[in-house]
């Protein structure tokens, strides 16, 4: 089994927008390749009216950035590229340089698993400007979508309460590799299993499914194709019995249910896809029952997600376990993160001190949080997150103040905390260090198992789907002070752009 | 330039669910191999509240069969897996089987770039019933989201009015191979390029770009920012002018559009990613006017549909082409088209007749349409689509009618119409016989126009996004017949299943 695979391209390195490589150019050009850059990849917002995310995708980077290489053919391609005001796009100089680029940044990330809340670095890279602009658009691609089915899926198990979720969107994925990705994702948050087999190969996801109603539909009569399903899957046998009527399906399967047993064998289940699941859930556990055949499970799938699960079960609806397709694998609620990869410090060389930067832009909403950020979870009493607070490394340590304990809520200057009597913890953990992978692959499992213990620990309050706690994430006082000093240079002068 | 690659991966065989093997399994094992079945393609409802859809994909489906294989190391994997109730889930034998597996299909499909309307064949595949299904998932997620995506793009190219819409979503797809499908898609159906240079290296489309705000950043002023992208790129210089505020953004650009001036260079445009783009995009046309720059081109950007496209030029805002990610990479308004691949009609060798089949489920929006089906789009005198309809080519080969004439629409059996007096088209059109394509893959500038054409040709009461027109699709009187005589057959017996 190849468990090294990574669910990206072999071609990385042109995974990404033309402007990486005009800017690149123009940093080559100018001399400016010392230059160094501190970049942090964030979300603004939790998805789905969540208060946290599931971190995903980190187990990936390393792979990434050193598989990060231009071929002769990518070369080729670009020195073809036309600019729109006549000329070639590229200098040949330049191309000579990217032939024979490798990455040099370091990068530290959140582990896979881990929760992650909004405005905090669940990636930071850091080294040559020009090296970590080159990696922004496939970064944001592995982690933005991988974190948004894994906070999905967190939420789909949890209204599943204990009762496994099968994940089997892939037809309904966009695009193949956004399938394997999907199932990666939903794996590490929580979902049993795939239907996805190139997902179960490269990464040892359990791998399940039924039969389609195409089958029943190839044989003259259900009963037939039941009777052929069981005989070819008498260890595997879920049969599917809506393709026709529930009540004619359900009675099929207690005749196939009753030969097996005189085979020895067991019926695993039945699957419905259609109609009011509650009421036809509920009328085959109640035949099933009445023929003693108590054991087989009823399995149900049809656009469902968190919230047509929860409705389900709070009906009281006897339902074994659930399959989950097309809204998960799109996160069809809400189908982006909406993450970015912000310059949040630069320096000239790797020698001088770091200057802290921030984006105005005409929105509020989209001003950035400067400096060298680490950022450390603090724990409450009963071992749960009770906040999380950014900090300027370089700040810090220019101040000589190993650790500040006063947090300024980043949506709320007027929220301040004193945080020194909590266990703390860093969450960013080195990754990549100079283009190289610190360590080998982090088995899936261990990310598994590190997002159970997670949501597990987290409380009640942050985990309902209505109106959950907001959960605190705030800057360390002196990294808000750098903040408001940057606000204060900018301050535009009012009033602003006049209507028309 | 490699313009034979596909935006599937190589491994095609794999990139399917877990049953699609389970029942070829028990196709093989009950002696089945040369039961053959047809398949059609095709979605219940528009998107987007779209009348139509613009059929894309098909120009990968040749070699998307052509390439379908086992490896070693697939079977290997497949060997290793257990059964839920004991044992393996494959036999040997059965393995060694699939190791030299080809799919034996005929493949008819839409064109790419055409319009498709709901419940038609966009795909249609007939051949022994085990080689259909190991097609279905892929095929599926080929299919299903690029027409997703063209549609979308279809809707946003139409908003803009004729100016360009450049796609650059790469960062927010879902999946790296989402990206390049997404750039695909986007082109066919009339975005005039992408930012995507895999895609462009792929498949020729032309790629474009400005820079970042990290560059901007990058630098201790704008105003030097942007002297030194202008110096490096004085063919391709757009300036993005909201890092910090755009009036000063705008006065920046002017000073580096008048030195450019002095060296004989023109400022292409500037971007702007945030605030009111109607507002500050009158004010920056105001602004370059004034200063004798009224070459200056006005670019924006930021989470723009249809939608706010057609807001924004309904306001009357002076913005000359429009970036569009996250919105239309994902679909967001809908990212799943909901494609399904469905058993029409099946027969035990080529040399029996067809019996047509139905999916009836405990939906009536579910139920199938039956037969081996064709469908033939009828024109008005205009030369616009008028209505398009679905015939049984095995039912009308074996009346002897050459052509029936009378429409039942399928959503209304009272909606009856005679197109007799109507010129008529053939839509479905020969990819793939006997798992080999007919032809090499179609330029994708030939059905780009081809999208043109057609979207062209359609009157505008279908394209309006508000209400638009439902366009009629409809069966031939023979296949509404056999489709009634199908429902009349399987009719349960009132009352459904009770209540609890």
């Given at each position: 089994?190849?468990?090294t695979?990574?669910?990206?391209?072999?071609?990385v390195?042109?995974?990404t927008?033309?402007?990486?490589?005009?800017?690149?150019?123009?940093?080559?050009?100018?001399?400016?390749?010392?230059?160094?850059?501190?970049?942090?990849?964030?979300?603004?917002?939790?998805?789905?009216?969540?208060?946290?995310?599931?971190?995903?995708?980190?187990?990936?980077?390393?792979?990434?950035?050193?598989?990060?290489?231009?071929?002769?053919?990518?070369?080729?391609?670009?020195?073809e590229?036309?600019?729109?005001?006549?000329?070639?796009?590229?200098?040949?100089?330049?191309?000579?340089?990217?032939?024979?680029?490798?990455?040099?940044?370091?990068?530290?990330?959140?582990?896979?698993?881990?929760?992650?809340?909004?405005?905090?670095?669940?990636?930071?890279?850091?080294?040559?400007?020009?090296?970590?602009?080159?990696?922004?658009?496939?970064?944001?691609?592995?982690?933005?979508?991988?974190?948004?089915?894994?906070?999905?899926?967190?939420?789909?198990?949890?209204?599943?309460?204990?009762?496994?979720?099968?994940?089997?969107?892939?037809?309904?994925?966009?695009?193949?590799?956004?399938?394997?990705?999907?199932?990666?994702?939903?794996?590490?948050?929580?979902?049993?299993?795939?239907?996805?087999?190139?997902?179960?190969?490269?990464?040892?996801?359990?791998?399940?499914?039924?039969?389609?109603?195409?089958?029943v539909?190839?044989?003259?009569?259900?009963?037939?194709a039941?009777?052929?399903?069981?005989?070819?899957?008498?260890?595997?046998?879920?049969?599917?019995?809506?393709?026709?009527?529930?009540?004619?399906?359900?009675?099929?399967?207690?005749?196939?249910?009753?030969?097996?047993?005189?085979?020895?064998?067991?019926?695993?289940?039945?699957r419905?896809?259609?109609?009011?699941?509650a009421?036809?859930?509920?009328?085959?556990?109640?035949?099933?029952?009445?023929e003693?055949?108590?054991?087989?499970?009823?399995?149900?799938?049809n656009?469902?997600?968190?919230?047509?699960?929860?409705?389900?079960?709070?009906?009281?609806?006897?339902?074994?376990a659930?399959?989950?397709?097309?809204?998960?694998?799109?996160?069809?609620?809400?189908?982006?993160?909406?993450?970015?990869?912000?310059?949040?410090?630069?320096?000239?060389?790797?020698?001088?001190?770091?200057?802290?930067?921030?984006?105005?832009?005409?929105?509020?909403?989209?001003?950035?949080?400067?400096?060298?950020?680490g950022?450390?979870?603090?724990?409450?009493?009963?071992?749960?997150p009770?906040?999380?607070?950014?900090?300027?490394?370089?700040?810090?340590?220019?101040?000589g103040?190993?650790?500040?304990?006063?947090l300024?809520?980043?949506?709320?200057?007027?929220l301040?905390?004193?945080?020194?009597?909590?266990?703390?913890?860093?969450?960013?953990?080195?990754?990549?260090?100079?283009?190289?992978?610190?360590?080998?692959?982090e088995?899936?499992?261990?990310?598994?198992?590190?997002?159970?213990?997670?949501?597990?620990?987290?409380?009640?309050?942050?985990?309902?789907?209505l109106?959950?706690?907001?959960y605190?994430?705030?800057?360390?006082?002196?990294?808000?002070?750098?903040?408001?000093?940057?606000?204060?240079?900018?301050?535009?002068?009012?009033?602003?752009?006049?209507?028309?």
């Amino acid at each position: 089994m190849a468990l090294t695979d990574i669910s990206y391209p072999t071609d990385v390195s042109m995974n990404t927008d033309l402007y990486e490589l005009t800017m690149a150019q123009g940093l080559w050009e100018s001399g400016r390749l010392e230059e160094q850059g501190c970049f942090t990849v964030f979300f603004r917002e939790a998805p789905f009216g969540s208060a946290f995310a599931v971190m995903c995708g980190t187990a990936e980077l390393g792979e990434f950035v050193e598989n990060f290489r231009y071929t002769d053919e990518d070369i080729e391609y670009l020195a073809e590229l036309d600019a729109p005001g006549g000329g070639r796009l590229f200098k040949p100089a330049f191309l000579e340089f990217l032939s024979s680029f490798k990455p040099r940044v370091d990068i530290d990330a959140i582990a896979e698993g881990e929760l992650v809340f909004a405005r905090e670095p669940m990636v930071r890279v850091s080294g040559p400007m020009l090296d970590c602009q080159l990696l922004e658009t496939a970064l944001l691609n592995i982690v933005g979508f991988q974190t948004l089915v894994a906070t999905k899926t967190a939420r789909v198990v949890q209204a599943a309460a204990g009762r496994p979720v099968a994940e089997f969107g892939l037809r309904r994925a966009q695009g193949p590799d956004g399938g394997v990705a999907v199932a990666r994702a939903s794996y590490v948050a929580g979902a049993a299993s795939t239907s996805n087999i190139l997902a179960g190969r490269r990464y040892g996801i359990p791998v399940s499914g039924t039969h389609a109603h195409s089958w029943v539909l190839s044989f003259p009569t259900e009963l037939e194709a039941f009777r052929a399903f069981a005989a070819s899957s008498p260890k595997n046998c879920t049969l599917l019995v809506d393709t026709y009527d529930v009540r004619e399906g359900v009675q099929n399967a207690i005749t196939v249910a009753k030969e097996m047993e005189v085979a020895g064998e067991r019926l695993a289940g039945i699957r419905i896809d259609s109609g009011d699941l509650a009421r036809l859930s509920a009328y085959a556990r109640t035949r099933f029952d009445e023929e003693g055949l108590g054991y087989v499970k009823i399995v149900v799938s049809n656009d469902l997600d968190e919230h047509t699960i929860a409705s389900l079960l709070s009906q009281g609806a006897p339902i074994d376990a659930f399959g989950v397709g097309t809204k998960l694998a799109t996160c069809y609620e809400q189908p982006a993160l909406g993450c970015v990869y912000k310059l949040a410090a630069r320096r000239s060389s790797t020698s001088a001190p770091w200057t802290p930067v921030m984006k105005f832009s005409e929105q509020p909403f989209k001003r950035t949080i400067p400096g060298v950020q680490g950022v450390r979870r603090y724990f409450g009493k009963n071992g749960g997150p009770a906040c999380d607070m950014l900090y300027d490394e370089a700040y810090l340590a220019g101040e000589g103040a190993a650790r500040g304990t006063t947090l300024v809520a980043v949506n709320d200057a007027a929220l301040v905390m004193d945080v020194s009597a909590l266990e703390a913890r860093e969450l960013l953990e080195p990754v990549v260090r100079t283009g190289c992978a610190v360590a080998p692959r982090e088995d899936i499992e261990v990310a598994r198992a590190r997002c159970a213990a997670a949501l597990g620990a987290l409380d009640p309050e942050y985990k309902r789907f209505l109106h959950p706690q907001a959960y605190t994430v705030g800057m360390e006082r002196g990294l808000a002070a750098v903040r408001d000093r940057l606000v204060q240079e900018r301050m535009p002068a009012a009033p602003p752009v006049p209507h028309r």
